[in-house]
């Protein structure tokens, strides 16, 4: 976490919500998010970002990077990785006010890996907020699960692994569907999702 990028007590008034990064800001990939080069954002999403800031959002990311734990890439990379991210948004006038991560594989059973709730109530606790309602965008089944615990609007994107995770079904209640995170801001800011 770059901490430069955490909390800015400025901001306590503005409306916050979380996305997933692998398969909600970027391409995913089966063999993980390894490097700088490997991470692409998929269209439309960094633009997106950007009219969240516009509208006065507070954007975080709250990711599951357990290539950390299984050695595929270090906490040097990770950092470089968000790096072009802000950069990349940065040229188009966006922002991410925060990057939580778990760094740790399912079998360490810790309390951050989503589907548990620990990186959301990291946020909630970091930005003196209650999650309740806040738009929590993913495109797996975990992220939805996460999100629905701490009270939070589950929002499934189609994009990455949201397609698998829409046609196994099981999705917590009141779940919305958009193709991208394109669409689903466009609807959250045109109605107010919250």
Same mark, same amino acid.
């Given at each position: &976490?770059?901490?430069?990028? /955490?909390?800015?007590?400025?901001? *306590?008034?503005?409306?916050?919500?979380?996305?997933? *990064?692998?398969?909600?800001?970027?391409?995913? $990939?089966?063999?993980?998010?390894?490097?700088?080069?490997?991470?692409?954002?998929?269209?439309?999403?960094?633009? %997106?970002?950007?009219?969240?800031?516009?509208? @006065?959002?507070?954007?975080? +990311?709250?990711?599951?990077? $357990?290539?950390?734990?299984?050695?595929?890439?270090? &906490?040097?990379?990770?950092?470089?990785?968000?790096?072009?991210?802000?950069?990349?948004?940065?040229?188009?006038?966006?922002?991410?006010? %925060?990057?939580?991560?778990?760094?740790?594989?399912?079998?360490?059973?810790?309390?951050?890996?989503?589907?548990?709730?620990?990186?959301?109530?990291?946020? %909630?606790?970091?930005?003196?907020?209650?999650?309740?309602?806040?738009?929590?965008?993913?495109?797996?089944?975990?992220?939805?699960?996460?999100?629905?615990?701490? @009270?939070?609007?589950?929002?499934?994107?189609?994009?990455?692994? @949201?397609?698998?995770?829409? %046609?196994?079904?099981?999705?917590? /209640?009141?779940?919305?569907?958009?193709?991208?995170?394109?669409?689903? +801001?466009?609807?959250?800011?045109?109605?107010?999702?919250?």
């Amino acid at each position: &976490m770059d901490p430069s990028r /955490e909390y800015s007590p400025g901001l *306590r008034s503005s409306k916050l919500i979380v996305l997933d *990064r692998d398969g909600v800001i970027n391409h995913d $990939s089966a063999s993980f998010i390894k490097s700088p080069e490997e991470w692409r954002p998929i269209s439309g999403s960094l633009e %997106a970002i950007a009219k969240l800031n516009f509208a @006065g959002y507070r954007v975080v +990311v709250a990711t599951n990077q $357990s290539g950390i734990d299984r050695g595929l890439f270090d &906490m040097q990379t990770l950092n470089a990785i968000h790096e072009k991210m802000y950069q990349m948004l940065n040229r188009l006038g966006g922002r991410i006010d %925060a990057v939580f991560f778990c760094p740790h594989t399912a079998q360490s059973q810790c309390e951050c890996r989503k589907p548990k709730p620990g990186l959301f109530l990291t946020i %909630a606790q970091r930005f003196h907020a209650d999650l309740t309602g806040v738009p929590c965008i993913g495109d797996s089944l975990r992220d939805l699960q996460a999100a629905a615990a701490v @009270g939070g609007l589950p929002i499934l994107v189609r994009t990455g692994k @949201g397609e698998k995770t829409l %046609a196994a079904g099981d999705l917590p /209640e009141h779940t919305l569907v958009f193709a991208d995170l394109a669409e689903a +801001v466009s609807a959250l800011l045109a109605t107010g999702l919250e």
